[in-house]
């Protein structure tokens, strides 16, 4: 089954507006992470925001905030007054555990594409 | 902040021969390093965990005969693509954890591997 779903394989949005990236994951563990990455098209990855499964407040990073729907088991990623430079892949991720050995599954992310 | 560097960054190669990258934390140590290949326009699959002084961990589906990883210091993974094909032409990227608990993984900039 999978862990991570990410439903929207590409989005168009207009310049400074805002847009939510969706994603859902699947986990019986108490203890997890919630990453959102984004890829441009050199390929690095560029981590943009995460949320710990005991974090009650949403993440917040500048422009980029975390909709963190435990009961759901969502974790939307809001981009607000979006730039061309947001134009790229976005990948939402999960670890189970709290460690720095304990492994990152990927969904299969969002291609967003910034329209001027 | 915390540097994950990869060598190469590209390499071009002829089918039948071994390739080996190399992932350095530059500025911290890692026990664990990981090692994700993606295809274009995919996600990144987990390879394997490499373990520093012990056997990698391979994810299911992933040939450890083909794919040799060796994790000989707190400050370098090697993955050694053995006997080359064009279906292994892919974008290699490892990352490494910094701290116990750290909300992030760093990503290496990635290597993108050509076999002909």
């Known amino acids: 089954a999978q862990k991570i779903t990410q439903t929207q394989p590409g989005m168009f949005v207009q310049e400074k507006e805002a847009v939510t990236l969706d994603c859902t994951y699947d986990t019986s563990d108490q203890s997890y992470g919630l990453f959102w990455y984004k890829q441009p098209s050199s390929g690095e990855m560029i981590f943009l925001i995460y949320?710990?499964?005991?974090?009650?407040q949403n993440a917040t990073e500048g422009r980029y905030s975390l909709n963190f729907q435990k009961a759901r088991k969502s974790a939307n990623l809001v981009i607000s007054a979006s730039q061309l430079g947001d134009s790229a892949m976005y990948f939402c991720?999960?670890?189970?555990?709290?460690?720095?050995?304990?492994?990152?599954?990927f969904g299969k992310g969002t291609r967003l594409h910034i329209l001027p | 902040g915390a540097v994950v560097s990869q060598h190469p960054s590209r390499v071009i190669c002829k089918s039948g021969t071994s390739v080996k990258i190399e992932c350095r934390s530059l500025d911290f140590q890692a026990t664990t390093m990981f090692w994700y290949r993606q295809f274009p326009k995919q996600s990144l699959m987990l390879m394997a965990t490499s373990n520093e002084g012990s056997k990698a961990t391979y994810e299911q589906g992933v040939e450890k005969d083909k794919f040799l990883i060796n994790h000989a210091s707190l400050t370098l993974s090697t993955l050694t693509v053995t006997s080359a094909h064009p279906e292994d032409s892919s974008f290699y990227i490892c990352s490494a954890g910094r701290l116990a608990g750290a909300e992030t993984q760093y990503f290496g900039p990635g290597t993108r591997l050509l076999v002909l």
């Open positions: 991720a999960m670890r189970e555990g709290w460690g720095r050995d304990d492994k990152i599954i």
């Open positions: 949320q710990g499964s005991y974090d009650e």
